[in-house]
């Protein structure tokens, strides 16, 4: 609550704060739910706190104008967007692993991982549409939510950082995860 509050005190442009936090507030409505009928693994739960640090912190600033990142290893542009963009792929492809598991939708460990990997394209692909719908609704008021800086690439570094951020979810959680998900009675494929 407390980087919340910061983050909606002064930012830099209000409604790119609004844009950004969104998905926090959505997220803790939904988190707060279900708590009690469907309690997540500690692991995930600090990991979307994570995911959320990152989206206030954005949204405080501008995804281009985050301090630290600016020039950051000889780069011409503010490359915080690509921290969001890993962030969207590495806690989602928890999440989504843990439901899917939980839930029993796919029990092969192969299949898991390629439905994982899918979604966090699917929704990082979804989340651009949604950059592109608030540009064109907006005009010029939504440049720093999609905080291009001008690299013609974007969309696509954009979603391919959110692939990388999955796969290296999978690959360097998936066994604590499983740790996890043991202590609650859930025995993962």
């Given at each position: 609550?407390?980087?919340?509050?910061?983050?909606?005190?002064?930012?830099?442009?209000?409604?790119?704060?609004l844009?950004?936090v969104?998905?926090?507030?959505?997220?803790?409505?939904?988190?707060?739910?279900?708590y009690?009928?469907?309690?997540?693994?500690?692991?995930?739960?600090?990991?979307?706190?994570?995911h959320?640090?990152?989206?206030?912190?954005?949204?405080?600033?501008?995804?281009?104008?985050?301090?630290?990142?600016?020039?950051?290893f000889?780069?011409?542009?503010?490359?915080?967007?690509?921290?969001?963009?890993?962030?969207q792929?590495?806690?989602?492809?928890?999440?989504?692993?843990?439901?899917?598991?939980?839930?029993q939708?796919?029990?092969s460990k192969?299949?898991?991982?390629?439905?994982?990997?899918?979604?966090c394209?699917?929704?990082?692909?979804?989340?651009?549409?949604?950059?592109?719908w608030?540009?064109?609704?907006?005009?010029?008021?939504?440049?720093?939510?999609?905080?291009?800086?001008?690299?013609?690439?974007?969309?696509?570094?954009?979603m391919g950082?959110?692939?990388?951020?999955?796969?290296?979810?999978l690959?360097?959680?998936s066994?604590?995860?499983?740790k996890?998900?043991?202590?609650?009675g859930?025995?993962?494929?």
């Amino acid at each position: 609550m407390a980087v919340f509050v910061w983050s909606g005190i002064n930012p830099k442009d209000q409604f790119t704060w609004l844009l950004e936090v969104s998905p926090v507030i959505i997220g803790g409505v939904l988190l707060a739910a279900t708590y009690t009928s469907f309690r997540l693994t500690p692991l995930l739960y600090v990991l979307i706190l994570a995911h959320c640090i990152v989206l206030m912190v954005g949204g405080h600033y501008t995804y281009a104008e985050v301090p630290l990142f600016d020039g950051l290893f000889g780069s011409e542009r503010n490359n915080y967007d690509k921290v969001g963009h890993f962030f969207q792929g590495f806690v989602p492809a928890i999440l989504a692993r843990e439901i899917l598991i939980r839930k029993q939708v796919v029990r092969s460990k192969a299949w898991l991982n390629l439905v994982v990997v899918s979604i966090c394209l699917a929704f990082s692909a979804f989340y651009e549409l949604i950059e592109w719908w608030v540009a064109l609704a907006s005009g010029k008021s939504a440049e720093a939510f999609l905080g291009t800086q001008g690299y013609v690439w974007d969309t696509q570094s954009d979603m391919g950082w959110a692939l990388f951020g999955a796969i290296c979810a999978l690959v360097s959680l998936s066994g604590w995860h499983n740790k996890q998900l043991n202590k609650i009675g859930v025995e993962p494929s």
